[in-house]
């Protein structure tokens, strides 16, 4: 149990969390708009993630 | 457990920095990087001035701060033997581990490989001849901008799979002090056990082996030199640094006897403003059309 | 559901109408982009070489300069555009709701320009992929990863915040027409299966967003983000637990100031005097006031403990060079500007008629460039003084004067940054429509506001609400 783990998963993601439980536990309870909402978010999250592997292509200049 | 380190006798170091040139050799570290560097300073006030030679490699710690902060795992500390590596194809170049680590010892390739090797920084006449001839001489040499990169450098070290010994000139990654570990890694005998900086100094300062180990070298010379000040650089630090230093302990008063070395662009630029009389650089009457 | 008086179709003008001063500051900002592109070519073919930045120890410079003050800049100046937002929806401050999509606007640009700080400073960007690769196990100790992963959260909850209050807003306008035609796939992928019925739970799950954003804010910029720096035991100029809280206050200091900025750019642009009214600014002003002052404060902190007589003798040292050394000059020029905003917004709090507009904007940049200056000399002075004696005083005296690439790659980001927004005015309505007290609601099917209740986008041709 490292610091950092107990920091990111303990602290830094736990507005996430919040969001997330206010999202499927608060009223009104309205499935669809949910799962939309859930994927606008893991699309805009995987978003950053891919787009760090468009600078492999930095190297037809780097020597 | 093996945890590899030194014990440095700054009572014998006359800082001649044979070391420092043995490093760079052994090592083909590229332009302003000084794997092993050595402090000279000096400390008080004419006519009480003392003067200090202080070794300074990578300390190869027990708790790496520069492996802590590396972001991709590319700086780590090798388990069985306990030396910090750097996996160059790994390496992003962010610096962290340089801003993290007290003693100075990381070095971040700035420049293009060709500029960053010693010779190679101005692509004209002479250098060219230069690599001709090497190629003639050298049946191993192929061409490129390292001609005299010590071919046991391309050897590849565990964990990694990978070249974690010597310079590696790629652009944007870091390097430091590895111990030697392609000497340690090698399977020859005479090699094993033995740095470059070690070997070649003349008044035997530096004794290199394993701290754990009571009959090493260096732990058997810091029991040698038991009476002396024995101290560890920045021991505070919580880095836990594995080169025990014999002798007295700097001052924090302490000045430089020099300003910092001189950047690469200055010597590129003057090499690209030297004589281009090939006659003035042969000694021995080697041939030049 | 709090509403504010304003045309619509006044407010989508941007949309159809483009004028030539866009034009010009659309050029000059792409100008100074391809600049900047150039420059960063340079850079990475003949590697970081270009810039000032050399290496601490033998090299006497320092790694990180220009690039990693900008960074942290852009990552406080992204905490102003949602916070304003999701102050509104949470605690209600009806006075900023014409600049609420403005400032959620801001964020989204501001972070992507403060990663690609991080991306300019890299030395091997190909690479790059590798920090995603080995998240789990440099998590465990690296503030570099806990930095990347507080920023994906945090742009990730913006910009789902963003898309989220867009759909009704952008639904409303394409049922209307008033939106580019050119455009609609965007528009049409925005509003994947939307109805408006989905209004009310969006509504909440917005609330949501709000909330958990607002937590990040001092985690991002008063955690993450001062932890990369404040976690260096061996820098005597950045160890310690107080750069976090002075950190957050700069940060948030300067997200309000580039929030003035920005609010009186559009007032201007648009001729919005009567939306993006006085109150917007008088509100800012009295938030910029607090913050300043709280920044002030925690330099004030800094000084004091610092030129105590018994202060460590490497953090006197640091003082001194801050004080009357090296940094003299942009040290003084920052609390400077801090002092001369912080004397013009209490006096026009305490005096009504010194109230402006255009010196609420002036402070806004002086309060801007301030706090620039003082996270580039907080890296760089960091960094002069790299570690402890005994071994500080045997390397030399570094120094570090950013060059040409540098400079052009910062003012690039920000050439960028405009470029982007300017880009954004023409794609989605800038101002909440949902908020307008004459909007009519879509549930009830009057998108054409003649009291009609049957519209097609024939009908509501030609009709002004």
Redesign the interface.
């Known amino acids: 149990m490292s610091l950092g783990l107990i920091l990111v998963f303990g602290v830094l993601l736990a507005p996430l969390y919040l969001v997330l439980a206010g999202w499927i536990f608060g009223e009104p309870k309205d499935t669809e708009t949910l799962a939309i909402g859930l994927a606008f978010m893991t699309a805009i999250i995987l978003g950053p993630i891919v787009f760090s592997f468009v600078p492999i292509s930095f190297r037809v200049i780097i020597p | 457990m093996t945890q590899m380190g030194m014990a440095i006798d700054l009572e014998r170091c006359q800082g001649c920095r044979a070391c420092m040139v043995a490093c760079k050799t052994e090592n083909d570290t590229p332009r302003g990087a000084f794997w092993m560097n050595v402090f000279r300073h000096e400390d008080g006030e004419f006519p009480d001035v003392e003067q200090g030679f202080t070794p300074n490699p990578c300390h190869h710690c027990s708790e790496p701060s520069c492996a802590e902060v590396c972001p991709t795992d590319a700086r780590f500390k090798r388990d069985d033997d306990g030396i910090v590596l750097t996996d160059y194809d790994t390496c992003i170049g962010c610096r962290y581990c340089e801003v993290g680590c007290p003693y100075g010892v990381n070095y971040f390739q700035w420049r293009e490989s060709e500029e960053g090797q010693y010779g190679f920084g101005v692509n004209d006449e002479l250098v060219e001849d230069t690599h001709q001839q090497l190629m003639e001489l050298d049946d191993d040499y192929e061409g490129g901008d390292r001609p005299w990169a010590n071919p046991e450098l391309d050897a590849t070290q565990e964990p990694r799979d990978n070249k974690l010994g010597g310079g590696d000139h790629k652009v944007g990654t870091m390097g430091k002090c590895t111990f030697c570990v392609h000497r340690q890694d090698s399977g020859d005998e005479a090699l094993e056990g033995t740095t470059a900086c070690e070997e070649v100094c003349p008044t035997n300062v530096i004794f290199f082996g394993d701290m754990e180990d009571p009959e090493s070298d260096p732990r058997q010379h810091i029991n040698e030199k038991r009476d002396k000040n024995n101290w560890k650089m920045l021991e505070g630090s919580g880095n836990e640094p594995n080169i025990v230093y014999l002798g007295d302990k700097p001052d924090d008063n302490v000045r430089s006897m020099e300003d910092e070395y001189k950047d690469p662009e200055e010597a590129i630029s003057a090499e690209e403003n030297r004589s281009h009389n090939p006659a003035a650089y042969l000694t021995d009457g080697g041939v030049s059309e | 559901m709090s509403t504010f008086g304003a045309d619509v179709e006044r407010l989508t003008e941007p949309l159809r109408k483009t004028s030539k001063s866009f034009y010009v500051l659309f050029g000059i900002a792409a100008v100074f982009s391809a600049i900047a592109l150039v420059a960063y070519?340079i850079q990475?073919?003949?590697?970081?070489?270009v810039t000032g930045?050399?290496?601490?120890?033998?090299?006497?410079?320092t790694?990180?300069g220009l690039y990693i003050g900008t960074f942290i800049w852009w990552v406080g100046i992204a905490h102003g555009g949602i916070a304003i937002s999701a102050g509104v929806r949470l605690f209600g401050t009806e006075q900023f709701l014409p600049i609420a999509r403005i400032a959620e606007i801001l964020t989204i640009v501001a972070l992507p320009a403060a990663?690609t700080n991080i991306?300019l400073?890299?030395?091997?960007?190909?690479?790059?992929?590798?920090?995603?690769?080995?998240w789990p196990?440099?998590?465990?100790?690296?503030?570099?990863?806990?930095d990347?992963?507080?920023i994906?959260?945090y742009?990730?909850?913006s910009?789902?915040y963003l898309?989220?209050t867009l759909r009704r807003d952008v639904y409303y306008c394409r049922e209307r027409g008033t939106l580019p035609e050119m455009l609609d796939p965007v528009y049409r992928l925005l509003l994947?299966?939307y109805h408006p019925s989905?209004n009310?739970?969006?509504e909440?799950?917005v609330?949501?967003?709000a909330?958990?954003?607002l937590?990040?804010v001092p985690?991002l910029s008063g955690?993450?983000v001062p932890w990369?720096f404040a976690t260096?035991?061996?820098?005597p100029g950045w160890f310690g637990a107080s750069h976090g809280p002075a950190m957050l206050a700069e940060s948030l200091t300067n997200a309000i100031a580039v929030v003035i900025i920005v609010a009186g750019a559009f007032r201007y642009a648009y001729g919005w005097d009567d939306i993006i009214d006085d109150e917007v600014f008088r509100g800012l002003n009295t938030l910029l006031l607090v913050l300043a002052l709280t920044t002030l404060w925690f330099v004030l902190q800094s000084l004091v403990t610092g030129s105590f007589p018994a202060a460590p003798?490497e953090t006197t040292s640091l003082t001194n060079a801050l004080v009357a050394g090296e940094f003299a000059v942009p040290f003084w020029l920052s609390v400077g500007g801090l002092l001369v905003a912080v004397g013009y917004l209490a006096a026009q709090s305490l005096q009504p008629s010194l109230f402006s507009v255009k010196a609420s904007v002036a402070v806004g940049v002086i309060v801007s460039a301030a706090i620039f200056l003082k996270k580039v000399v907080f890296v760089v002075e960091g960094?002069l003084h790299?570690?402890?004696?005994?071994?500080a005083?045997?390397?030399?005296?570094?120094s570090y004067w950013p060059t040409t690439v540098e400079v052009a790659l910062t003012v690039g980001t920000l050439a960028g940054v405009i470029l982007a927004f300017l880009a954004i005015t023409k794609i989605v309505p800038i101002v909440e429509l949902g908020h307008l007290d004459d909007l009519p609601d879509p549930d009830e099917g009057d998108l054409g506001g003649d009291g009609s209740t049957d519209d097609t986008a024939a009908d509501t041709e030609g009709v002004s609400a």
């Not at chain 3, 930045?53 to 410079?61: H, I, M």
């Not at chain 3, 260096?232 to 820098?235: D, E, F, L, P, V």
Request: hydrophobic share 50%; aromatic share 10%; net charge neutral.
């Open positions: 070519l990475l073919r003949q590697g970081l070489a930045l050399r290496g601490w120890g033998t090299q006497g410079g790694p990180w990663a991306l400073d890299i030395g091997r960007p190909d690479v790059m992929y590798q920090m995603i690769l080995n196990s440099t998590v465990q100790s690296s503030p570099l990863t806990w990347m992963t507080a994906f959260l742009f990730s909850l910009a789902t898309a989220i994947f299966r989905e009310e739970k969006t909440q799950m609330w949501w967003l909330l958990g954003v937590l990040l985690l955690g993450v990369l260096m035991g061996m820098h003798a960094l790299p570690t402890r004696e005994p071994l005083s045997m390397f030399a005296d570094g």
